[in-house]
C-alpha cells in the first residue's frame, strides 16, 4: 500500500513541477521544491512496500535525471551570462579610463 501523504503519481507531479519550475527559469520556488520532493522521496521508500513500485521508482527516477540535465542546462546558460557580464564590466572600465565616466 502507498503511504497515505505520498503516491508515485504525488511525487511524480512534484519532479514535473520543478521542471516546469527550470523551463520558466522560476529560480526561488525550486530549493523548497527540491527539498520538499527529497523528504517526500525518501518518506515513500521506506514504507513497507515501495518495491512494490519498482517500475514506477524507475521512471520517477528517469524524470528526476531529466531534471538534473535541466538544471546543468540552466547552470550552463547562467555562467555563459555571468562571462558576458563580466566582459561588460571590462568594457566600462575602459570608457573610464579613456575620461567617459
Known sequence: MESPLHSVASLRAEVAAIQDALAREELEPLPQMLSQHDLHLREFCAGADAKRFKEELRQLQAMQMQAIAQMRQF????????????RSGHAARAYVQGGLS
Open 75 to 86: 547552470q550552463q546558460k547562467l555562467k555563459a551570462l555571468m562571462q558576458t557580464q563580466r
